[in-house]
């Protein structure tokens, strides 16, 4: 049976990381009524988490006149809560505008086995997911925080875009050579 994590709304809903760059863990992380619940996905869905939401928010001011104020709270720029216990890793992302409570519903769903490569309703209806409803400041909130936390990683490449290292990278540009 799928457990459902919901939050609606949570007292606090950010991304954040463990570990160093070049090999941080990235989470996602709810809190409300007593409950906290962490789970962990890639960078690069934190990042398209980020402009996703942003692109949700522009979609809902120009067809419903939304207006989306700028965050009201100061700037969460805590670490992670513990205990840091992973529910589970998130393979979907979902998200919607609520018209009747103008909030954005946000799901992470866990990663599962299909039968083919994209998932019925039934499969996804068999995974444990966290959902989250945020108001448009607070979406506002998140996006802000989970694009600083994609950007506090290692620099790119100048040449290729990819992450360097302290001791740079093998450079596809550079033909293999490593670069710097």
């Given amino acids: 049976m799928a457990q459902v994590f919901a939050f609606e709304p949570p007292e606090r809903f950010v991304a ?11 989470f996602l992380q709810a809190r409300g009524n007593g409950r906290l619940v962490s789970v962990v996905l890639e ?23 939304v207006t989306v104020p700028e965050p009201t709270e100061p700037e969460d ?11 589970f890793r998130v393979g979907t992302l979902g998200l ?3 018209g009747e409570t103008g909030t954005v519903v ?9 039968e083919s490569e994209e998932p019925t309703e039934e499969e996804l209806a068999k995974l444990d997911r966290l959902r989250v409803r945020l108001t448009p400041a607070a979406t506002r909130a998140f996006i802000k925080r989970a694009k600083k936390v994609v950007a506090a990683g290692r620099p790119p490449c100048p040449l290729c875009g990819l992450p360097l290292d ?15």
Avoid: M
């Fill in 16 to 26: 954040g990381t463990v570990g160093v760059p070049g090999e941080r863990t990235f």
């Fill in 77 to 87: 720029n805590g670490p992670l809560e513990t205990p840091l216990d992973e529910e």
């Fill in 96 to 98: 919607a505008w609520d």
């Fill in 43 to 65: 960078k690069v869905q934190v990042s398209l988490l980020a402009e996703k939401l942003e692109e949700l928010l522009a979609e809902a001011q120009r067809r419903f006149g």
């Fill in 106 to 114: 946000i799901e992470a769903i866990a990663v599962g086995d299909y």
């Fill in 166 to 180: 302290p001791t740079g990278h093998l450079c596809p540009r550079h033909n293999g050579y490593r670069g710097r």
